[in-house]
């Protein structure tokens, strides 16, 4: 039996984001399945409701979505929304399949109260990182348009301008710009920032990412430290320990002082964000020079980062956005539905579900499945907390 899609609204407060847009809706009709969407679902991403039921896209309430729906799309399932999105466990049921943003990692207890509701969830940030499942990396999408977004918002902040001019009142010298993190994020506010004209430096505790540092504008820092595994399987960064970190910290110092503009993007999956700039090392920074920390949702590469908030120590600005994506929910939207809509395509390929539990892209996603948890990370957190409990 074809299967149908439900998008509902998001309720994370400040999400603008819409799981599905409409363009992306012909094509899994087209396959065979069909769409329902909750009234407003993309207003606030620019997706009006006629522009879905021009493409035969039925709209309704929220319960009539949650009612209907095989399978649900979202940005923000319950883990990763967890006051708002606890209203819809009621209307979710036995076989339902999820699939969005969940936080697996940071909120395993929710991830048992969806398993407890016979609910199958797919979390979109465990996508693995092979070739074959580049189509459906939402995570590096989503780290595309944070780190051009924090660029911008550098730009628009610092009290000097990012290209060098050359004016008959003299020549003004180019803002420096020194990004921490080399992943997605991290190379594209690089080439962000080399197209508006700064000079621009980077550090990774990868070094196998210069290649790709240097490819985009950037020169790329070298640190005595020894980096040997500070990479894990799948291409993320790993947590270092804490002596490595104090090390790191020492060397960035003298780096620091010289930069306009420091942008971190540093995070480790499941885990807090690693302390890269202490309270003394960034008040070695020059005044009116500016840290951008994109890290700040998962505690901030800054210890003096405060989560959706820009202020002001000792003469240098401290800024720390939240949900970057959100800003710029249009072309977020349409990145986020072809990852999702090609995932989709892999679970039904003819518009019915085939859950082959061997695929790796499914094995690594799957978190909750026939009233269970079955993700190994969340059940060894769940077993530690019940230990902890006990």
Do not use: W
């Not at 399949?97 to 969940?102: E, H, N």
């Not at 921490?180 to 070094?207: E, S």
């Amino acid at each position: 039996m074809s299967l149908t899609i439900g998008v509902p609204r998001e309720t994370f407060p400040g999400e603008r984001r819409v799981a599905l847009v409409p363009r992306a809706c012909e094509a899994i009709k087209r396959s065979g399945m069909s769409v329902i969407v909750e009234e407003g679902a993309g207003s606030n991403a620019g997706f009006p409701d006629r522009q879905f039921q021009e493409r035969g896209v039925a709209i309704a309430s929220r319960a009539e979505v949650f009612a209907a729906a095989d399978v649900i799309l979202q940005m923000r399932t319950l883990g990763a929304n967890p006051d708002a999105g606890r209203a819809d466990l009621s209307v979710m049921r036995a076989r339902q399949i999820v699939i969005g943003f969940s936080e697996p990692l940071t909120s395993p207890d929710s991830m048992a109260e969806l398993a407890a509701r016979g609910v199958s969830l797919f979390a979109m940030e465990l996508m693995p990182r092979i070739t074959r499942a580049q189509s459906m990396d939402a995570l590096s999408s989503m780290a595309t348009i944070s780190g051009y977004r924090a660029v911008l918002l550098a730009a628009v902040t610092l009290p000097k301008m990012f290209p060098m001019m050359m004016t008959a009142a003299g020549t003004i010298a180019p803002a420096k710009v020194f990004v921490l993190g080399a992943g997605v994020a991290g190379l594209q506010a690089i080439a962000t920032a080399k197209r508006l004209g700064a000079v621009i430096c980077a550090y990774d505790v990868r070094p196998a990412v210069k290649e790709q540092v240097e490819s985009v504008g950037a020169k790329f820092v070298t640190l005595d430290l020894q980096t040997s595994g500070s990479e894990d399987k799948g291409g993320y960064a790993k947590a270092m320990d804490e002596e490595f970190y104090r090390k790191q910290r020492a060397l960035l110092t003298d780096v620091l002082r010289e930069q306009d503009v420091v942008i971190t993007t540093a995070a480790v999956p499941g885990k807090r964000a690693p302390v890269l700039i202490t309270a003394e090392m960034a008040s070695a920074m020059a005044p009116g020079s500016l840290i951008v920390d994109i890290a700040a949702e998962r505690g901030g590469n800054c210890e003096l980062t405060r989560p959706d908030e820009t202020y002001l120590h000792n003469g240098i600005t401290i800024m720390g956005p939240v949900n970057l994506p959100s800003s710029l929910p249009r072309d977020a939207s349409q990145l986020y539905s072809g990852n999702i809509s090609a995932f989709l395509k892999l679970l039904a390929p003819k518009g019915e579900l085939v859950l082959n539990r061997e695929d790796q892209i499914i094995q690594e996603t799957l978190v909750t499945h026939d009233g269970e948890v079955v993700n190994k990370g969340v059940l060894g957190l769940l077993g530690n907390a019940a230990a902890v409990r006990s």
